[in-house]
Each structure stands twice: as structure tokens, then as C-alpha cells.
């Protein structure tokens, strides 16, 4: 595996009340091109890290190429790492996915991929793309600014996709699940975004043949974003625009309105009972930052 390169860049971390948050610095900030959407944590090469997951579009919102920044959250350092398929040929190509939601086990990293199930990438087995292949994998081919072609990467780093797992939902997010001693279990959280309260959420169990469904439950929230379970604790991300988000709180059996609030545009969920936090993020240009909440305040004593 190829070290980490030296970050260019550092997200700045600071606190908001009692609350944990890294804001962008760069035109990440702002940028229409790439949009932040699904997190988790894992650790990569001894480090533990906090992984953001970016798709990007063009100007008639098509998708052109997706990635995830790790960030190692001892040295508040990042790195992206482009996420590619590779076709029978060798050729790396840019996954063109949502990427609304991640769940990372081990060198496994799953990505919901709205209407096109969950993919796999391997982190254990990470390459170096250069020149031609880097600019493809990073979505960078048609860039432009004023007439003049932006700076195109010289080398990127990737992550290969190695399977597509069919489940039987739109799959729009993704979280882990966790037993009460707060140690993962082999099952996931999958879920539907919809404007209306029709979207489904489903628990999973991960085998050697995919998503084995345990069982669905259709909550009656609308945009749903993100969902995190531990033990029988069911954790539920509403979005409402530009409106702080609404985090919900309960089982399968129903879900009462918590009174924590959540960034504006918030998405995915992801639980880290290393540091004890619920950490979340707003995807909204302007307003983005990635927020971790302590256990103790969302109910999970």
C-alpha cells in the first residue's frame, strides 16, 4: 500500500458548545462542483481516521465522479482518495455515484449509491493514478475556469471497487451497527431519502453473499439523510433545507423528535464509540462543517 501523501490542506477543527466541528478552509467550503454527503470512522495504516465522502457534478447536476477525504483526527490532517472502477481493460474510471452514506469494516468501504444498491471499495489494496488516469479518476477532464483549463492533478490516489451488493431499497445512506458494549456487529442500516413520508429504512445482515434483510420499517419522516443503530437505539438525520436538521431518536417500533439540533443540509450519520460521538455533517455551500456529538447527548449513555 502507498503512504499517505502530505496533505496539502488541513480542516480546521474547533468547538461550537460542547460540540466537536472542522470547517472547511478551501473553496471546499463553497464549491457547487463537489458536495459532501455520507461519513464514518476507521482506521487506515495504524491511524484513526474520520472519512467524509464528496460526489461531484457539472453544471447540468450530472454525476461525474466521486471520492472520500480521510481525516486523521490525532493530527488533523486529511487526504482524498478517489473512488474508481476499473474495467476489463485496466482503465480506471471515476465511480459516478451518490456516495450519500458510508460504512466502513476493516479494509471494506461501502458507499450507497442511490438507485444502484451499495458498492464496495478496498482500502487494504489503495494506487497511485497518474497523469491521464488521475484527471479521469478525479472527474477533472472537462474542468474549466474563465476559458482556461484548471490545474489538472498529477497523481491521485484511488480506491478500486470491487463489488455491487443489489438490496431491495433505494439505498440512499448507510450506517453501522453496534451492540451495547459499543463493538460493530456484521450489520447495516440502509435507507431511502424521499420529499415525502413514504421513505423505508432497513436493517441488513452483512454475509459472504451480499445484504441478507432482517427487517424494514417505514418511520413516516420525510428526507431522511442518515441513520446509525446501537444496540436497540435507532438514530434518524431529517433535513429541512436551510433549517438546522432534526435528529430522531428511538426503535423500530417509532421514533420520537430529539432535541439536539444538526447542521443546516444535514446527511449521513456515523457512530464512533472510541471517542464516544455521533458525528454528522451539512452538505450546503457556505454552511458546511462536519459536527460530532457526544454520546450522552443524543440518549446512548
Known sequence: MPRL????????????????????????????????????????QGRRMLAVSWFRQDAQRRHLASRVTLIDLARRRSIDVALVVETDEGRLEPARIHTGGLAWFGDRLFAAATNQGIWEFDLGSLRVAHGDAAV??????????????????????????????????????????????????????IGEFRDDDRGRLGEFELTEAGFAPIRTFAPGIPRMQGAALWEDRLLVSQSDGLAPGTL??????????????????????????????????????????????????????
Open 136 to 189: 479521469r479518476a478525479t472527474g477533472s477532464a472537462n474542468d474549466s475556469s474563465r476559458g482556461r483549463r484548471r490545474r489538472a492533478p498529477a497523481r491521485a490516489l484511488v480506491a478500486v471497487r470491487t463489488a455491487i451488493h443489489e438490496v431491495p431499497l433505494r439505498c440512499s445512506f448507510i450506517g453501522r451497527v453496534f451492540g451495547a458494549s459499543g463493538d460493530p456487529v456484521s450489520r447495516m442500516v
Open 248 to 301: 430522531w431518536s428511538g426503535t423500530f417500533d417509532g421514533l420520537d423528535r430529539a432535541t439536539e439540533p444538526l447542521p443546516a443540509g444535514c446527511q449521513d450519520l456515523a457512530l464512533s464509540p472510541e471517542t464516544r460521538t455521533l458525528w454528522t455533517l451539512g452538505e450546503h455551500p457556505w454552511r458546511r462543517v462536519v459536527r460530532g456529538l457526544p454520546l450522552a447527548r443524543v440518549g446512548i449513555e
Open 5 to 44: 501523501f502530505r496533505p496539502t490542506w488541513r480542516p480546521v477543527r474547533g468547538r461550537s458548545g460542547r460540540a466537536d466541528e472542522f470547517r472547511w478552509v478551501t473553496a471546499r467550503s463553497w464549491t457547487n462542483r463537489w458536495y459532501p454527503q455520507g461519513i464514518d470512522t476507521g482506521v487506515l
